[in-house]
């Protein structure tokens, strides 16, 4: 069956700027996770979602970023006011229930803030 | 919060020999979950291995196996009979049972030589 997909693969933004990428879960996965992966890192929990809500959204950096998912399927993370910072691969996961199965990855979205 | 710690930036084998990569993490949790993911060029993690903490037996998959040692915190890779399409970069994972999110390792970048 088909993967989680993210898009776009490759986003180019100017500093300032605002962004959001989207992730597709793999269908029937409730669970979704999103993640950074700054050069040379490993990633970075970001947020994670059961179902429409954040469930944990511990890990969010700071006010410019948020994430939705409205209809407890696709979800969109979503950066105000880009900074050169924000630059990683953001990598979204899915998985069938919240614990303790393991998470399906995407192939991320590469952000780079000019 | 969890660490997870892959002192091994680099690592290279030969086509068809044995390569061990190593990984220790510090918690102060009893049940918990290690995973190996495997990142080629395309970005996308893909999961090699799994291992409950409460199961004593090591994990294998086909020619990947795990060294457990609980009490030292380790974890480490063992790849048999290496293969060029397993050059990746490899990255340790910690998950709590009780959590969401997964603690990774800065990862160990392979190499195989033909």
């Known amino acids: 069956g088909a993967g989680v997909s993210q898009t776009p693969s490759n986003k180019v933004t100017e500093k300032g700027k605002y962004v959001e990428l989207r992730c597709d879960p793999i269908?029937?996965?409730?669970?979704l996770y999103w993640y950074r992966q700054s050069l040379g890192q490993g990633p970075e929990f970001l947020i994670y979602?059961?179902?429409?809500?954040?469930?944990?959204d511990s890990g969010l950096p700071n006010d410019r970023f948020f994430a939705v998912r409205p209809e407890g399927s696709v979800s969109t993370l979503k950066i105000q006011r880009t900074e050169r910072g924000d630059s990683a691969v953001y990598l979204c996961?899915?998985?069938?229930?919240?614990?303790?199965?393991?998470?399906?990855f995407g192939p991320g979205t590469r952000l780079t803030v000019l | 919060a969890q660490t997870v710690t892959q002192s091994q930036p680099e690592m290279s084998v030969q086509e068809a020999e044995t390569v061990t990569l190593s990984c220790t993490y510090d918690t102060s949790e009893s049940d918990y979950y290690l995973f190996w993911y495997k990142q080629p060029p395309s970005r996308q993690m893909i999961l090699v291995i799994r291992q409950e903490a409460y199961k004593q037996q090591n994990a294998t998959e086909n020619r990947f196996s795990v060294n457990f040692q609980k009490a030292a915190k380790s974890f480490s890779l063992k790849i048999s009979d290496s293969q060029l399409g397993d050059a990746a970069m490899y990255f340790c994972a910690y998950r709590s049972s009780s959590g969401n999110q997964f603690y990774f390792g800065t990862g160990t970048s392979l190499t195989v030589i033909p």
């Open positions: 269908s029937g996965h409730t669970a």
């Open positions: 996961a899915s998985s069938r229930q919240a614990t303790p199965d393991t998470q399906y």
């Open positions: 979602f059961q179902g429409t809500g954040a469930a944990d």
